[in-house]
């Protein structure tokens, strides 16, 4: 229990509503979790989230240890008309967990993951981070598509789309979403799959922060590893035009079982790196083989000869997976600031634009890439859930990255703004709505849907029409025929 006064908290329209010390103490009765507020133990760590530009804090922070402390907080939120955040793992660059002077529900309690192998399925917590997922998946040689950093949420990443190495060969994460457990806006705890709450069920996988509170995940598992192929080769900056090129080329000839990334950057101080290259720029290509072949399979890359690095070897795959915890680039703390957008191929134009604006970069801790993700996605059917973007085949954009002491950040953002606007000419029209900012418009969601969007939103009018599930990128209900027509 925890000691309560009354206090004000952030309300749906914007204002502030007082609340009692009487309410408190009643929310604090009907939750098994935390109530903590500002200066209890264990606050900081709470609304601890990754991107340092995000200055925001709840005023309330709930941390439920199950289904039904879950459904008692939407309800209190629901009725005394509260700004409500949840948070996974905090990794979203928008720092949409962080409902500013609200109610945030911290789900870090919530993070078991039970295995079926037998079925090839995951029961997973709202709370869990991939590695979580990973680790226990692996113990059978099974594994789901994941993100790239291991200290990523899992709930966030598979609600908004998800991403990661093995995409290319099973599709999107939400394309991998059974079934969810999810307490929706009237506090009500349903399940959604293909055949119960089918439109819930749809919504969820893409815009699932929109719907309600998931509070368990069931991901289909296939045969990973446990040993792939994996690592990160680095050549000179000055050789980026042949290093594209070969990527190009691996691309469109790669198997599903092979996902590449590539990147240019500042070498990290790393002790992987020849000290002469530290600070220097590079181009480099992260890769992921699952299959068979992998040495043939990567010809076009190895066959450019004279890297500065190449870590390329069998490992597990729990091992490719954390890879890029460890990286300055991906450190909690640091000033993200990120534009991407979908590609349907890399002309020679792109490429040059993507090298050109690339080599600008202030921040040594700033970079541009390229993730190849086409294949398993393109072929789903249409309509099978709301991340659509089935035309997507590389997502790629400019990353810029510094500590919150470097008094040039605007110099950073501008740098981000200006290669973006040289790119986005290019784009399918699409974007990943995990990657987009908190200064992001509408009309930028709006985008990343495409046609689904109006779809999106009578689902929202059915299941949230007050809007409760706001802090995220929203998509708000539709209105009523009526009201619609009105001026």
């Known amino acids: 229990m925890m000691t309560t006064r009354g206090f004000g908290i952030a309300g749906l329209e914007g204002g502030r509503v007082g609340l009692t ?69 905090g990794h979203n660059i928008a720092g949409t967990a962080i409902a500013e002077g609200g109610l945030m529900l911290d789900m870090s309690r919530m993070r078991d993951v039970t295995v079926d192998s037998g079925a090839r399925v995951a029961h997973v917590g709202p ?57 929706t806006a009237d506090g009500e705890l349903r399940t959604a799959n293909r055949d119960e709450n089918t439109d819930l069920f749809w919504a969820v996988r893409g815009a699932g922060a929109n719907f309600g509170v998931v509070t368990r995940f069931t991901l289909r598992l296939h045969e990973v590893g446990p040993i792939i192929t994996g690592g990160l080769i680095l050549w000179s900056a000055e050789r980026a035009d042949e290093v594209l090129d070969a990527y190009r080329a691996l691309t469109e000839s790669a198997p599903r079982e092979l996902t590449a990334a590539t990147v240019l950057m500042t070498a ?14 590079v181009v480099g290509t992260l890769v992921c083989h699952s299959g068979a072949n992998p040495a043939a399979d990567l010809e076009p890359l190895r066959g450019l000869g004279d890297p500065i690095v190449d870590l390329v070897d069998e490992m597990p795959y729990v091992e490719m997976q954390s890879l890029l915890d460890n990286s300055p680039s991906e450190a909690k703390g640091m000033h993200q600031y990120w534009k991407t957008e979908y ?50 085949r590389f997502i790629s954009g400019f990353s810029g990255v510094w500590p919150p002491d470097d008094p040039r950040g605007e110099e950073h953002v501008a740098w981000v703004r200006q290669c973006w606007e040289r790119i986005r000419h290019f784009s399918t029209g699409g974007n990943y709505v995990n990657f987009q900012l908190a200064e992001d418009d509408a009309t930028r969601t709006v985008s990343a849907y495409g046609r689904n969007h109006d779809r999106l939103q009578r689902v929202k009018a059915r299941y949230d029409p007050a809007n409760l599930f706001r802090s995220n990128r929203n998509v708000r209900p539709a209105l009523p025929a009526a009201s619609a027509s009105q001026p």
């Not at 929310?27 to 098994?32: C, F, I, S």
């Not at 005023?59 to 700004?83: G, K, N």
């Not at 992987?272 to 600070?279: A, L, S, T």
């Open 21 to 89: 010390s009487g309410q408190l103490e009643e929310l604090d009765a009907r939750v098994e979790g935390r109530l903590l507020r500002q200066g209890d133990e264990g606050w900081e760590d709470a609304i601890l989230i990754w991107n340092r530009m995000v200055a925001r804090s709840p005023a309330l922070v709930v941390q439920p240890s199950s289904a039904r402390d879950v459904a008692a907080v939407v309800d209190f939120a629901r009725d005394h008309r509260l700004l409500l955040g949840i948070k996974g793992g």
């Open 268 to 281: 990290p101080p790393a002790p992987f790196v020849p000290e002469e290259w530290h600070g220097a720029r």
């Open 127 to 183: 709370g869990c981070l991939l590695q979580d997922v990973d680790w226990a998946t692996q113990e059978h040689g099974l594994a789901t598509p994941l993100g790239f950093v291991s200290l990523t949420g899992v709930a966030g990443l598979t609600l908004g789309g998800g991403f990661g190495y093995l995409t290319r060969r099973f599709g999107w994460t939400a394309d991998n979403l059974d079934e969810v457990e999810i307490v």
């Open 343 to 392: 590609l349907a191929h890399l002309s020679t134009e792109y490429l040059d634009a993507f090298r050109d604006g690339a080599l600008q970069a202030a921040s040594p801790l700033s970079y541009a890439v390229i993730f190849h993700v086409g294949g398993a996605l393109n072929e789903r059917a249409g309509d099978d859930g709301a991340v659509g973007n089935r035309d997507a």
